[in-house]
């Protein structure tokens, strides 16, 4: 089964660029099952979806963070990646990455998870 | 964007007893909703998919119904281990997104 791991920097100063990694173990980034995605929470808040990156490269972001947004792939390595630019305090959250899984549209597979705090 | 709403946002129920969770859609999501599952410092553990469709290892006691506008997660004899946040969670087919609800807290009354 899989196995994702989250990794980066926990603290980010203001307007700086968050970045996170995840990588994945159990099974191939390249494998069309799956998409690959980052989910957020704000410290006892609820979920909110960022985005993901397809197989084929193809990424989707939410919306309201489109423009702030990037998530890569590094095939090599089996990991895939999330930078939040101009981050404010309201990005402090835990950030998840997670395996969307094509068939069923649901996330079957999560990170444990990482605190990231914006603060100066 | 397709909100759901999630009720009532606290439950509090007795071991033993069965707890019936509403989440509700601003517009017609067929049967694209998910049901996660999350307790204190850990991630969220999908139950539910396709609306009715039990997750792989998920116990039968968790049964998921509903289209359209209006879901139901049903856990029927709570266990110890099933007190936790539960989220609903849509899909939508384009442009691809993914919302969550807001969450119900089950607690031991």
């Known amino acids: 089964q899989l196995q994702l791991q989250e990794s980066g920097s926990g603290l980010v100063k203001p307007s700086q660029t968050l970045s996170l990694t995840c990588a994945v173990s159990?099974?191939?980034?390249?494998?069309?099952?799956?998409?690959w995605s980052w989910i957020r929470q704000p410290p006892g808040k609820g979920l909110e979806w960022i985005g993901y990156?397809?197989?084929?490269?193809?990424?989707y972001y939410n919306p309201s963070l489109k423009s702030r947004v990037t998530i890569s792939v590094d095939r090599s390595k089996n990991q895939f990646s999330l930078k939040v630019s101009s981050v404010t305090a309201a990005d402090t959250a835990v950030y998840y990455c997670?395996?969307?899984?094509?068939?069923?549209?649901?996330?079957?597979?999560w990170g444990q998870g990482t605190l990231v705090t914006v603060s100066s | 964007e397709i909100v759901m709403t999630q009720s009532p946002a606290t439950l509090s129920v007795s071991p033993g007893e069965g707890a019936t969770l509403s989440c509700r859609a601003s517009?017609?999501?067929?049967?694209?909703l998910a049901w996660y599952q999350q307790k204190p410092g850990q991630a969220p553990r999908l139950l539910i998919y396709?609306?009715?469709t039990r997750a792989a290892g998920i116990p039968a006691r968790f049964s998921g119904s509903g289209s359209g506008t209006e879901f139901t997660l049903t856990i029927s004899s709570l266990q110890s281990e099933d007190f936790a946040v539960y989220y609903c969670?849509?899909?939508?087919?384009?442009?691809?997104?993914?919302?969550f609800g807001q969450g119900t807290k089950l607690e031991i009354k």
């Open positions: 997670a395996s969307l899984l094509t068939a069923i549209q649901a996330f079957d597979y």
């Open positions: 159990g099974g191939s980034i390249s494998s069309g099952v799956y998409s």
């Open positions: 990156i397809y197989h084929s490269g193809s990424t």
């Open positions: 517009q017609s999501v067929s049967s694209n």
């Open positions: 396709g609306a009715s």
């Open positions: 969670q849509q899909y939508n087919n384009w442009p691809p997104g993914y919302t």
